[in-house]
T-cell receptor
Framework: GAVVSQHPSWVICKSGTSVKIECRSL??????MFWYRQFPKQSLMLMAT?????????EQGVEKDKFLINHASLTLSTLTVTSAHPEDSSFYIC?????????????FGPGTRLLVL | GENVEQHPSTLSVQEGDSAVIKCTYS??????FPWYKQELGKRPQLIID?????GEKKDQRIAVTLNKTAKHFSLHITETQPEDSAVYFC????????????FGKGTLLTVNP
């Protein structure tokens, strides 16, 4: 149980294009989904928190117009990197929160590696 | 906001030895402390977690201890195996409305055969 998928796993795009990444909770409904960015040999940096049907909450320093998040259902959240540039190249990982009796647990997707040329 | 410090950044042990990774946190309101294992290029996988109503939790070779007074928690792996080699991240959350996690910087554990 608690499986999270992410698509695509790899994407290479030209500078200036937009890229959409999907995050799905396959066997549970996620009250909250989270988007992280991870640079090589570094920790996970939270970009934004997404709740179904409401606007995402962005962390300080993350441009909301650059990284558009849509959370249309309890099993799907999307991150769109708009007008991507080489500095946006990174490993993007989503997680989905599974509510339990004692609280919520985050389960991670497999990540999407973005390379902007 | 919450700040999580993790030590050591790298740890090398011989197969069969124990490994201990320590984390401290700053927000006394934090009440949930998960540990994730991340192999190269893969997703972080939850290996164990502890909530503030207990001081210790075990799952086979893995255990986590929590000292709320001192605001630190530790991961203990006994009888280490080469497949335990990975980066381990601790995290802390104060719960609330969105259970946001603050991660430590990670520990690269290498288990030498």
């Amino acid at each position: 149980g608690a499986v999270v998928s992410q698509h695509p796993s790899w994407v290479i795009c030209k500078s200036g294009t937009s890229v959409k990444i999907e995050c799905r909770s396959l066997d549970f409904q996620a009250t909250t989904m989270f988007w992280y960015r991870q640079f090589p040999k570094q920790s996970l940096m939270l970009m934004a928190t997404s709740n179904e049907g409401s606007k995402a909450t962005y962390e300080q320093g993350v441009e909301k117009d650059k990284f558009l998040i849509n959370h249309a259902s309890l099993t799907l959240s999307t991150l769109t990197v708009t007008s991507a540039h080489p500095e946006d190249s990174s490993f993007y990982i989503c997680s989905a929160g599974l509510a339990g009796a004692l609280g919520e647990t985050q389960y991670f997707g497999p990540g999407t590696r973005l390379l902007v040329l | 906001g919450e700040n999580v410090e993790q030590h050591p950044s790298t740890l090398s042990v011989q197969e069969g030895d124990s490994a201990v990774i320590k984390c401290t946190y700053s927000d006394s309101a934090s009440n949930y402390f998960p540990w994730y294992k991340q192999e190269l290029g893969k997703r972080p996988q939850l290996i164990i977690d502890i909530r503030s109503n207990v001081g210790e939790k075990k799952d086979q070779r893995i255990a986590v201890t929590l000292n709320k007074t001192a605001k630190h928690f530790s991961l203990h792996i006994t009888e280490t195996q080469p497949e335990d080699s990975a980066v381990y991240f601790c995290a802390a959350s104060s719960g609330g409305s969105n259970y946001k996690l603050t991660f430590g910087k990670g520990t690269l554990l290498t288990v030498n055969p």
